[in-house]
């Protein structure tokens, strides 16, 4: 298999077997004008198996603060002009919106279907994320 280096996007590595597809959704990345490649099962040396999402595009709007809640053992390369600029692990993010849907039946949000669901860090040793209308916990990753 051949994928291309990439001129000005980013690359997300180490991420953990099958979370390539539901990060690819939950940042949108099919509505990326630009080549985006995302590799399922490729072997690691480290993590046994590991899924890799590959983003060339000039001019990029992604909001990559959720990384953290989704995987924060990920590996995020930020590449300008075919060059590694930034290497990071993402952090937790302070708050999540319509990331994870509350669970809760009275919550506000399963009667108003336009509200967004909002989440806000807890706990960050435990990864404790609670809905801002009702408290409830959301499902850790």
């Known amino acids: 298999m051949n994928i291309d280096s990439i001129k000005n996007g980013f690359v997300l590595d180490h991420i953990k077997p099958e979370k390539g597809m539901e990060i690819y959704c939950l940042l949108g990345l ?49 590449i300008k002009d075919g060059e590694l600029v930034k290497k990071y692990h993402p952090e937790l993010p302070e708050q999540i919106t319509d990331v994870v849907k509350c669970k809760n039946p ?32 959301a499902k850790n990753q």
């Open 106 to 137: 009275r919550c506000i949000t399963s009667t108003e279907q336009e509200l967004k669901h909002i989440f806000k860090l807890t706990d960050r040793e435990t990864r404790t994320y609670r809905c801002v209308y009702c408290e409830s916990k």
């Open 30 to 78: 099919d509505g990326v004008d630009g080549m985006v490649a995302l590799i399922r099962n490729a072997a690691s040396r480290r993590m046994g198996r590991k899924d890799i999402i590959k983003v060339d595009a000039e001019n990029l709007n992604i909001d990559l603060s959720v990384l953290g809640y989704i995987d924060p053992e990920m590996t995020v390369n930020v």
